[in-house]
């Protein structure tokens, strides 16, 4: 019978695209390590961290200040705060009670760090240790593999994108599937506004006004069946 660790592995075997692996699998990743809150950071997300708590992310994001951070970006690999500070000197740097342990693991791609899963518990619950370590060392390397597989697929819907860079190749195709701005961002990793300035040079380029106009001038056959069409705006 497989473990409630192998279970994960095949949950993320199975994940369809990386909004699945952000919003379903991760909840079940958090839950496996009785975690009070998770989230799966990319590089990308940064800058509208930034902009919205500019204090706070200013210091999370510090390698001086966040010696878990250092630790990841360091080493490309899975820590919990106690393995590398003395007990209760996390709270020091984070005060929020619901942040007071933290483990977090590092998606690597092509050799280099593109994001982590952190993970944190409330003060009061009993701290992350190293049997959680490795058993986020083992996720990590599954959905790192997964995420790999995922933004290499082709493109599946026909589009005429000779025009068109990869990424915002990548953007037409969703555009296509009747994704919002802001899923379009979580599956590419991507803010939602990083998403709104790229369809506006798109727009340009392709001397189009509408994201349907865009689709329509784009496909080779009929990009969405009537049938499964969804909303265009956000």
Known sequence: MPTPLQNL??????????????????????????????????????PALKAQRPAMMKLALSLDSNPVLRYLVQRHAAVHDEAILPPGAWKTICPRA???????GPIVSQ??????????????????????????????????AKLAVLRSQPATLGLNCDRLTPRETEIAELVARGLTNRKIGAALWITENS?????KRMFRKLGVS???EMVAQLSVRPAIAPSTTYPQSD
């Open 9 to 46: 592995f095949q949950a993320i075997a199975r994940a369809q695209d990386e909004t699945e692996l952000r919003e379903s699998i991760l909840a079940k990743v958090g839950e496996y390590f009785a975690a009070k809150r998770w989230k799966l950071w990319f590089r990308e997300d940064f």
């Open 98 to 104: 619901d942040h007071g342990h933290v483990l977090a």
């Open 111 to 144: 050799g280099q760090l593109v994001g982590s899963i952190a993970l944190t518990r409330h003060r009061d619950d009993p701290a992350f240790n190293d049997d959680c370590t490795a058993d986020l060392s083992a996720i990590c390397l599954h959905l790192s």
């Open 195 to 199: 998403v709104k300035q790229a369809l």
């Open 210 to 212: 509408s994201r349907a």
